[in-house]
């Protein structure tokens, strides 16, 4: 399985809406969105470009009512990086909509457009760029969702680009593991497996709006494996099993949300996990609601795991090797 260029995240909103619709920036990135507005998002174009005097232009993707809005992306030295918005029924009982968006770049935040209310959602695409967005739309935006660059290092997405490969073009290097996260809650126990030479296989609980436990089964450097505690709780009644060949395929980083878990609106833990490898995707594992996260762009080996646990899976981080 080879990994796609650009993530697909998303959507976020409604399941409404006749239209499915997509814009992803073939160079460059984009340059220039339009958003119509009012009490909601009724329609939304793009324009890309890729410095050498060509463009790409999205049609509209919504309905015809709202008020016109543009925002001028000065790119590359501006680009996107975060959306947030909140979704919610026009009427009782109708279509879900994107009720608001806020565009967020590396330089400043622009909006909210539309009306700030409804259910929130949130995406930092920490290491990378927002290339494109998708969704659904009919008289309105129904939901969207975004294409993502650079956020899985290189190596992952070719693999017939090794490891050894990518020592040999680094000969300068110094392989040293670091911690990343840990993204999530902040409550319970805070927990760390350390570093090891692999991960050999990885166990999720998963159930009831929230990853439950998370069991991992590492690699030495002798070749033994060497089971982790589970970390969370007994819930979650669907258990995910990924097991990794140690001498093809390595963990390169992950991505998931967090946030309140069903009952009980105070208290955060993991909604969603996905797992990037060399060679492809596995999940995501969950319901991707709430606030997303991901580890950074960085040409490693992720080699350890760590993060707090209790009842639920509270929170993740990774060790990484890099290259």
Sequence with gaps: MRMEE???????????????????????????????QGWAIDAISFKSDDRSGTFQYSDKFGGNGGKTEKIMIDWPREYLTSII???????PFGPVVIKSLHIITNVTKYGPYGYEFGTPFSFLAEGGEIVGFHGRSECF??????????????????????????????????????GVGPWGGNGG????????????????????????????????????????????????????????????????????????????????????ITLYTNNGRYGPFGEEIGTSFTSSASRGKVVGFHGRSGIYLDAIGIHMEYF
């Design 6 to 36: 650009n993530l697909k995240v998303g959507p976020w909103g409604g399941e409404d809406g006749k239209n499915s619709w997509s814009f992803k920036a073939n160079k460059g990135g984009i340059s220039e969105i339009v958003i119509m």
């Design 85 to 91: 918005g909140t979704y919610q029924s026009v009427w």
């Design 141 to 178: 935006v129904n939901s969207i969702g975004v294409y993502v660059k650079s956020l899985i290092p290189f190596c992952a997405s070719n693999p017939d680009y090794t490891m050894q490969q990518e020592l040999d073009d680094n000969t300068m290097n110094v392989v040293v593991p670091r």
């Design 189 to 272: 126990k805070q927990w760390d497996d350390g570093v090891f030479s692999s991960i050999h296989e990885l166990h999720l609980h998963v159930g009831d709006s929230a990853v439950h436990a998370i069991q991992l089964f590492y690699e030495s450097s002798e070749g033994k494996i060497v089971r982790s505690q589970k970390h969370g709780g007994t819930g979650g009644d669907q258990i995910h099993k990924i097991k990794l060949d140690a001498s093809t395929e390595f963990l390169v980083g992950i991505m998931g949300f967090y946030g309140p878990v069903k009952g009980n609106d105070d208290y955060e833990a993991l909604r969603s």
